[in-house]
Structures are given as C-alpha cells and as structure tokens.
C-alpha cells in the first residue's frame, strides 16, 4: 500500500538505478547523448550508428547530369521565355511610399513642369541684365551712363542726404543682385536686393511731383519701375525654377515660408533707407496721402 501505482517496481527494465552518493534518479531525457547501461540479462547493443558521409551512403548517383545541365547542352533546347529575366540594380523602379508618407527620395526632375523652368530663366534673364546694365551704367559709364561721379551727383541733387552711401548702395544691389539674379543663386536675397533698389527708385520719383505719377513719359514717370517692382517680387514667390544654381533648395520650386519673409523684409529695408537717407512722404497726393 506504500508504493505509488504509476512508479514502476526496483530492478525492472527500463527503470533508471539510483546513483550512488545519494544522487538523484535520473531520465534518459535529461541527456539523450549520454550512454546508459543496459540492464542486467538483456543483449547488448549499439546503440549509435555511423552517419552517411558520401553520396554512396545516401544511395545518390553522383554521375547523373543534372536537369539544367542536361538542357543546356542541347542545342535549340533553350528558348528565351525559359530564361528567367534579370535586372541591374540601377534599373529596378524604387517602391512607392505608403499612403499619407511622402517619398525620401533625392531631389529630381519632374516632366510635369513642362516649360516652367524655362520661363522663369528667361524672367531671371530679363530682370538681372536690366539691373546689371543700369549698375554698370552707373559704375563705369558704360551705354551712355554717368558713372560714378555723375550718380553721386544725380543723388546729391536729388535730395539724399548722403549721397555716397546712397550711391554705393543703389550700385551694390543692382550689379551684385543683378548677378546673381541671372545665375539663380541665392535667389530670395539677391531678388529681394533689388526689390529694396528699385523701391528707393519708385519712392525717390514718385515723391518728386504731388499726385500719382504713372506715366513713362515723364521724368518723374514711376510706370517702368512698377514693372521692376512686379515682377522682382514674382521671381521671390515663385522661385528661380531648377535651371539654375539653386536647383537644390526647396526655394527653388517650392519657395514658401523664407521667400515671403525675404519679400517682406526687402520692402522693410527699402522703406528704412529711404527714411533714413532722403525722408519725406513720397505718397503725396496719392488718394487719402
């Protein structure tokens, strides 16, 4: 009645003799590679066999081409539809990005700008060779021009209170943003360079004369600079497009949050200059000025 029902009796096969040291009993589970004794009066057997180490243990037939090879040896057995098709690594298109993730991929080109980039070049062509050719004008006497003394003169006359300065500046933004308007680098400062110059301009004349003064036929006349005005500020919005040097930068195009600060800080520095350096209200006479 002391002997568990499921525990098998001492010395009956198959049953593990406890070690000696008080040591526990133990399964053949607990290391399957190690060697047990076999119990007493039962045949003794190998218990291992010799793994298969040559494909003549394996019952393989080395000798016997195989399929592909086969194949191939015949002539005309291979057709083009057979052969399975293969890509260089360049050639295989890049995944789409999940829907609502944009796509990391670098900066390319886009056909579905069509002439895009081709018109703002010509804008940029239009706008910086008529700033350079009145900067170069005013700076060497170049195509009729006054050159250096003569525009100091021309300012001095015209009631800025520092005309050197005033000469400087207006010959600076016009050659140098001029420049650099034509190459398309740093587009927003160069852009906005001139806008600040040829605000002066239109301010400068406009306040000559009580009254509106739009009309190109007059020496006063502000018509050609309201041009200058429209379309420098255009080229800020809509950035110098990707034939140029700026090709790049997000300004390039996609201009958005830096070009309108480059746009409104022009026109606050343009303001500050004609403040400063000649004063007066140039609005007279305009509607409730």
Not at 144 to 172: C, F, R, Y
Request: with cysteine; charged share 15%.
């Amino acid at each position: 009645m002391t002997e568990k029902p499921n525990e098998p009796p001492a010395g009956a096969p198959g049953s593990a003799q406890p070690r000696s040291g008080g040591a526990p009993v133990r399964s053949p589970f607990d290391s399957p590679t190690e060697q047990f004794a076999a119990p007493a009066g039962a045949k003794t057997e190998k218990l291992t066999k010799d793994l298969p180490r040559t494909d003549e243990d394996l019952g393989l037939e080395p000798d016997v081409p195989l399929y592909s090879e086969l194949k191939n040896s015949i002539p005309g057995a291979s057709s083009p539809a057979d052969t399975a098709p293969t890509y260089g690594f360049a050639s295989i298109p890049p995944a789409p990005a999940p829907p609502g993730e944009t796509s990391t991929r670098p900066f390319r080109r886009d056909d579905r700008r069509g002439t895009l980039d081709l018109g703002l070049l010509l804008l940029r062509l239009v706008i910086g060779g008529t700033f350079i050719y009145h900067g170069l004008q005013k700076l060497t006497g170049w195509f009729h021009g006054p050159g250096l003394e003569g525009t100091k003169n021309m300012m001095e006359n015209g009631g800025w209170d520092q005309p050197s300065v005033a000469a400087s500046l207006l010959i600076v933004g016009e050659l140098g943003g001029g420049i650099l308007v034509v190459l398309g680098l740093a587009t927003p400062l160069a852009a906005g360079a001139l806008l600040a110059v040829i605000l002066d301009a239109w301010m400068w004349k406009q306040g000559m004369v009580p009254g509106f003064q739009y009309n190109a036929a007059t020496e006063t006349g502000v018509e050609i600079d309201s041009i200058l005005v429209g379309i420098t500020a255009a080229l800020i919005l809509t950035g110098p497009g990707r034939l140029s040097f700026d090709r790049n930068r997000g300004w390039a195009a996609r201009p958005f949050i830096g070009s309108c600060a480059a746009m409104v800080a022009a026109i606050a520095a343009a303001v500050a200059t004609y403040v400063v350096l000649h004063g007066g209200n140039p609005l007279v006479g305009i509607g409730p000025f």
